[in-house]
Antibody, heavy 121, light 107 residues
Framework: EVQLVESGGGLVQPGGSLRLSCAAS????????MHWVRHVPGKGLERVSG????????DYADSVKGRFTISRDNVKNILYLEMNSLRAEDTALYYC??????????????WGQGTLVTVSS | EVVLTQSPGTLSLSPGERATLSCRAS???????LAWYQQRPGQAPRLLIY???SRATGIPDRFSGSGSGTDFTLTISRLDPGDFAVYYC????????FGPGTKVDIK
């Protein structure tokens, strides 16, 4: 059974940093692309970033480009999202999701339960 | 960037009724690369449909998808109590973008 467990969320001041982690199990992690998707309650979903199986292909939403960095450890089966220069508008529930294929350009067939990031002074 | 528009914003129906949700793209989506997700309150999104019309594993056949080009539809033939949720479309023909969602609530 595919399991994705996010951690690392919390309360941070504007301008601060946070690192999210997603521990994956139940599938061959190093065969698939992974994504971070965020959800602001009452608003829609936004794909924040996607990363290919081999970390070569990386996508970022314009809203986070230059501030967020996605990475993965295919030995530990963990996906990361390093978030810097955080803003109030980054406040959201952040989901880790598995792609159907090896590039971050398809549909997301499994999702974690999310970790909440709150940016506030 | 491909922009997706979903309509209506909210659909108020009764259990047992048929729901028809629309997703329209700002440009044609290649290969019918469109997916639908269900998000129940307090839960993560769940994949329902991919490739515009293929049901994901374990999804009941009362859910069906159709469409091509710029116009796509998700149909729920008979609403179950657990189907009252928010539904998102997502295109993957050109990068990855989501629509704003349609909320299906109980009338």
């Amino acid at each position: 059974e595919v399991q994705l467990v996010e951690s690392g969320g919390g309360l941070v001041q504007p301008g601060g940093s946070l690192r999210l982690s997603c521990a994956a199990s139940g599938f061959a992690f190093d065969d698939y692309a992974m994504h971070w998707v965020r959800h602001v309650p009452g608003k829609g979903l936004e794909r924040v970033s996607g990363l290919s199986w081999n970390s070569v292909t990386i996508d970022y939403a314009d809203s986070v480009k230059g501030r967020f960095t996605i990475s993965r450890d295919n030995v530990k089966n963990i996906l990361y999202l390093e978030m810097n220069s955080l803003r109030a508008e980054d406040t959201a529930l952040y989901y880790c999701a598995k792609d159907y294929r090896e590039l971050p350009r398809y549909y997301l067939d499994h999702w974690g339960q999310g970790t909440l990031v709150t940016v506030s002074s | 960037e491909v922009v997706l528009t979903q309509s209506p914003g909210t659909l108020s129906l009764s259990p047992g009724e048929r729901a028809t949700l629309s997703c329209r793209a700002s440009q044609s989506i290649s290969n019918r690369y469109l997916a639908w997700y269900q998000q129940r309150p307090g839960q993560a999104p769940r994949l329902l449909i991919y490739g515009a019309s293929s049901r994901a594993t374990g999804i009941p056949d009362r859910f069906s998808g159709s469409g091509s080009g710029t116009d796509f539809t998700l149909t729920i033939s008979r609403l179950d109590p657990g189907d009252f949720a928010v539904y998102y479309c997502q295109q993957y023909g050109s990068s990855v973008t989501f629509g704003p969602g349609t909320k299906v609530d109980i009338k």
